[in-house]
């Protein structure tokens, strides 16, 4: 069972590059998020979606952008890198009936230099 | 806004010891609480739930219990492993299973020393 894929799991940027994180889920979730991990700070939302073609903010989204053409797939993109983008990045999808119940991706770690 | 607080650890123990990690939440409402498990390299993956006031969450020898008086979720283990080694995660979810996600903790890192 494949569940939530991450792709890449790995990247280093350059500041001012940008770059795509692809998350794809394969158990017809409706919801779709994006996370960052940093020491200290926990989990914190970025932007999620509650079905193809919508997508919102969340708690931190500046610097980011995302999309949802199709169901399964949810982009995250930085269109110009900074250092503080330096971050453990998670995908989670949701089924919209269940309260709560996140299944995540294996994370993508990304440094910007 | 919703917030949920926890011991941040590390905390360390000794194989078979007695585990409790504090969580307290403040939300507006009646949310619903989780503990979600990390462990390293991984995601973050559900621990145990609990929908209302008073349930008790169990699952793999953790238990919860969700205390509305004193706006705490609790977990705590009888006698841990070294296998429980990981970060854990404290949450809430305000809005019913809602599209905005959940509410973390900044985690609680456990290390279990055999």
């Known amino acids: 069972n494949a569940g939530v894929t991450q792709t890449p799991k790995f990247r280093v940027l350059k500041t001012g590059q940008s770059m795509t994180l692809l998350c794809a889920q394969d158990?017809?979730?409706?919801?779709m998020y994006w996370y960052r991990q940093d020491p200290g700070m926990g989990l914190r939302l970025i932007h999620y979606?509650?079905?193809?073609?919508?997508?919102a903010k969340g708690e931190v989204p500046d610097g980011y952008n995302v999309s949802r053409l199709k169901k399964q797939n949810f982009l995250l993109g930085l269109e110009s890198a900074a250092p503080s983008q330096t971050s453990v990045y998670f995908c989670?999808?949701?089924?919209?009936?269940?309260?709560?119940?996140?299944?995540f991706g294996e994370g993508s770690r990304l440094t910007v230099l | 806004g919703d917030s949920v607080t926890q011991m941040e650890g590390p905390v360390t123990l000794s194989e078979e010891a007695f585990l409790t990690i504090n969580c307290t939440y403040t939300?507006?409402?009646?949310?619903?609480l989780f503990w979600y498990v990390q462990y390293p390299g991984e995601g973050l993956q559900l621990l145990l739930k609990?929908?209302?006031?008073?349930d008790k969450g169990s699952n793999k020898g953790f238990e919860a219990t969700y205390r509305k008086e004193t706006t705490s979720f609790h977990l705590e283990k009888g006698s841990v492993q070294v296998s429980d080694s990981a970060v854990y995660f404290c949450?809430?979810?305000?809005?019913?299973?809602?599209?905005?996600?959940?509410?973390f903790g900044k985690g609680t890192h456990l290390i279990i020393q055999p």
């Open positions: 989670a999808s949701k089924d919209r009936a269940v309260s709560g119940e996140l299944f």
């Open positions: 158990m017809n979730h409706e919801y």
């Open positions: 979606s509650v079905g193809e073609g919508t997508t």
């Open positions: 939300a507006t409402g009646y949310p619903s």
């Open positions: 609990a929908t209302k006031a008073d």
């Open positions: 949450a809430l979810s305000d809005l019913g299973g809602g599209a905005d996600g959940l509410t």
